[in-house]
């Protein structure tokens, strides 16, 4: 096999070719070495459309995740029953505005507007991850979004970090830092339950049943089902099939469950010395394409407050852009 | 109730810092833009840290943020007004945190027992302060919509200004001097903003130290039941 | 670029005294005081950074050293962002 540097010269010389088919076969070689050689792709370097736009789709998803994710943990923001959970939470819904940020520039890089992605997320083009559409029905609830959700976000998140694709993986990398905060603070909370009084030990384990089973849809469809993974995986998108990232999820989740003196609602959960892993139950894939098609507890809430929050700014960010516009001017006229 | 003799001047700070935190907490998931989300939590994070130290002076923070009826806050009414459009937020992050910042420079200058504690707030509130001025230069001096919520905001918050001048037990400072400072800072940044400084009266017919006194507007009973509703449902947890 | 639409800001962070600035991500904000702000409550909530610069596609502009303080402190004394600030049973793997 060429190196990425031979690779290179023979793009430099198609370069000089007048024949376009050979240039851009010359191009996709360099692109192939480098994602086989583990090297990173950065935003100026050529990449196949469909590279592109895979990147795109999968970044604006899970920077939307972020996004909407803030709405069902803020519910409890006001209603948090020490200052020193209110502080947690607070800083932690912060965060999560932070990561969709960085995951909205990171789409930038590849030539997408945040004000695009935006807009499709809000006429529903564009998905976020289904687990934020089931609501938050008690404070027990933040506890388990935080041990489950960002649990299950950081066993698919740590393999990003060394995705392809520079910007989503550097993000990654800052994410995935913060990420381990939320889920500590999620577990912690849950056991502070757990040890209390009957109420809050039953609140937690309510909170568990709860959110047990969508946490698990959260790596979405088997691998056999799922339309975009074998070329995401070729491509160094994602670097474990679904399956097995929701198996070692699982293994992670049943420990800590004990330790938590709480159960996970699944009796067929059990340990197999054969495979080394916990078998687990039937997961409800009916129920995961419903709440995927709209047709979840809270997917129409949840972008309508979005779309609220962001009419209801419009008259803000336009006042700022013309007072910078205004400030453009008169310094023009200045000089 | 552990509230310890002395503590009324913990109380007034400290109410102060709690509820406006809870206000601007209000705003998770909903600002204007992403950006103004961490910016709002950053300033809400940083008044629920004073609080916890200011209250923690008093008592036990928890009982009394949890357990206290409306009566007994000690906060301005200024804090406690609802978030209202973008445009209020900031008017009241103006107002209060120009007069913090002065206040909190007074006491940090000092040696009493809110000096260890201003020394370090006081960089945090000049923050706030800063965030407030940038904002109120561009809703001012920005479109005519903008423009007009903001002079509307300033006058509506403008008759809960004059309580914060009202003397605190236990805060040693000079009151009158704070309040011309105040007045200086603020006008300078509404002309700059192209605002005018509104004309009517800085407090209402019987409301000059009413917060201090513990009496509060309506709005703020509905926010301690939301904000008390968990703690209070079972008695003596830990949480 | 319609009325509401915030340029996009890169951003770069000095970690500590004696390291250079890094490019840390980017961000949108209708004008360079407002590019700042942003940057810092957004790349420096952790207390990761001394000071900032922002970049637009032809200026750039850096937050000068004397606003140190107000910028920078307030991050050190949020323990409960990081992840060691939570006490966790010994033997829980995997957190």
Redesign the interface.
Known sequence: MATAAEHRTARAQADGTADEAARTAAYEAVFDAAVAADERIEPRDWMPDAYRSTLVRQIAQHAHSE?IG??PE?NW????????????L??K???E??H???L??AA?TLGT???ELLDKLHTGRQKYSSIFNYPTLT?ADVGAIGWLVD?AAITNQVPLCRCSYGPYA??MV?ICK?E??H???G???L???SR??P??HEMAQDAVNRWWWPSLMMFGPPDDESAHSAQSMAWKIKRHSNDELRQRFVD?CV??AE?LGLTLPDPELKWNEERGHHDFGAIDWTEFWEVLKGNGPCNEQRIA?RR??HE?????????????G???ASNGEAR | MTVTAGSTAALALGDDALVLSHRLGEWAGKAPVLEEEVALANIALDLLGQARVLLSMAGDEDELAYLREERDFRNLQLVEQPNGDFAHTITRQLYFSTYQRLLYAELAAGDGQFAPLAAKAVKEVAYHQDHAEQWTLRLGDGTAESHRRMREACEALWRYTAEMFHPVEGVDVNWKDLETSWLESVSAVLRRATLDVPEGPRSGAWTAGAGRQGLHTEPFGRMLAEMQHLHRSHPGASW | MTTNDWPLWEVFVRSRRGLSHTHAGSLHAPDAELALRNARDLYTRRGEGVSIWVVPSTAITASSPDEKDPFFEPAADKPYRHPTFYDIPEGVKHL
């Open positions: 996004i803030m709405q803020a923001i006001t209603r948090a029953p020490s200052l020193r959970r209110k502080a947690i607070m800083a819904v912060q965060d505005a932070g969709g940020l960085y909205y520039s930038e507007s945040r004000d404070w649990g550097r993000a800052r913060e381990s905060f889920q500590r603070q577990y912690e909370l056991l502070a339950l209390g009084t109420e809050q992670i420990p800590q330790s407050q609220q929050a209801e700014g419009a008259w803000v960010r336009e006042a700022a852009a013309a007072y910078a205004k400030r453009a």
